[in-house]
């Protein structure tokens, strides 16, 4: 075939997808949510690097849409589907969502992590895609990389060094 496998980059509040033999990463996921909606027998995925729980909270009109768990995912599903994956096939897995400053206080907005990865998985139940496999929380950033031909999530950590999901 000769194809060569591309690792196409996603950043801060960006999403885009990828098909085989392309694989799809990105780095920099503290607080933030990475979430990887896939069609294992399409071979196709796409990611999302969420930095925001919900769009309600934007005050601003031209919002950046990427950049929220419910507007982001609904944009990725559309994208998938647009590019010929099959909406009862898609699955996900998610990684990211830590602590990465510790508050004195017990303020609940400062804990913008656990808040991101709940609402990821409340707009994922939404539109019915199973989560598989999730890697949240800890208080280390990660950088993930997913390949829509095996399924697999690579997990890099500092602290933790590599694992799959």
Do not use: W
Request: charged share 25%; aromatic share 6%; hydrophobic share 45%.
């Amino acid at each position: 075939m000769g194809d060569t496998a591309t690792v196409v980059k996603v950043g801060i509040a960006d999403l885009n997808i990828v098909s085989v033999p392309d694989k799809i990463r990105t780095s920099g996921l503290g607080s933030c949510i990475g979430v990887v909606i896939y069609d294992l027998s399409n071979q196709m995925a796409g990611l999302a690097h969420v930095m925001l729980p919900d769009s309600a909270m934007a005050k601003q009109d031209n919002l950046n849409k990427y950049k929220y768990a419910d507007t982001a995912i609904d944009i990725l599903v559309d994208k998938l589907i647009v590019a010929g994956a099959e909406k009862f096939a898609l699955k996900a897995k998610m990684a990211g969502g830590a602590q990465m400053f510790q508050f004195t206080s017990g303020n609940d907005f400062m804990r913008i992590g656990p808040r991101n990865a709940a609402a990821v998985e409340k707009r994922l139940k939404f539109h019915r895609i199973r989560l598989i496999a999730k890697d949240i929380g800890g208080n280390s950033g990660r950088t993930i990389e997913f390949d829509p031909e095996t399924g697999k999530l690579h997990i890099r950590t500092i602290s933790e060094g590599e694992r799959v999901i």
